[in-house]
């Protein structure tokens, strides 16, 4: 039975998803350790196929229907552009910054300004 589709952004869509149930049950149904270390890897195929579809042209789609995998393909990319195991330093000091204004803490640890020390509840031990 062959399924006729629209375009070949939709044919993609249903491609990927389907690729990505079938990751997810395997996911699902291995070991909490092996989970663990393929959660990466999961989280960056399930936004993949979440939203490659509203993302890419026909001619694009076309292409990564081409692919063996598009899913893995894209997902690995995605991965070596933005994932875990690339430096995140100047994202974190940003984040720092927006939580603690303009000027880190630290700031004001090496200008010699004394901070108050964090009190810790005895219900926290």
């Known amino acids: 039975?062959?399924?006729?589709?629209?375009?070949?952004?939709?044919?993609?869509?249903q491609v990927l998803a389907n690729r990505f149930?079938?990751?997810?049950?395997?996911?699902?149904a291995?070991?909490?350790?092996?989970?663990?270390d393929d959660l990466e890897n999961i989280l960056a195929a399930r936004n993949?196929?979440?939203?490659?579809?509203?993302?890419?042209?026909?001619?694009?789609?076309?292409?990564l229907l081409a692919l063996e995998d598009p899913l893995k393909?894209?997902?690995d990319q995605w991965l070596?552009?933005?994932?875990?195991?690339?430096?995140?330093?100047?994202?974190?000091i940003r984040c720092v910054r927006i939580l603690c204004?303009?000027?880190p803490q630290r700031d004001s640890q090496q200008a010699g300004t004394k901070k108050k020390p964090h009190r810790?509840?005895?219900m926290t031990r």
Do not use: F
């Not at 006729?4 to 044919?11: G, K, N, P, Q, R």
């Not at 291995?30 to 663990?36: A, L």
């Not at 993949?48 to 292409?63: G, I, R």
């Not at 552009?81 to 974190?92: C, F, H, I, S, V």
């Open 1 to 13: 039975m062959s399924v006729e589709y629209d375009s070949a952004i939709e044919e993609l869509a």
């Open 21 to 28: 149930a079938r990751l997810a049950r395997g996911w699902e």
């Open 30 to 36: 291995s070991t909490p350790g092996k989970r663990q």
């Open 48 to 63: 993949v196929a979440a939203k490659l579809q509203d993302l890419v042209t026909e001619s694009d789609a076309v292409a």
């Open 73 to 75: 393909a894209v997902a």
């Open 80 to 92: 070596k552009l933005t994932g875990l195991d690339r430096p995140q330093d100047e994202a974190l």
């Open 101 to 103: 204004g303009d000027t």
């Open 120 to 122: 810790r509840s005895s």
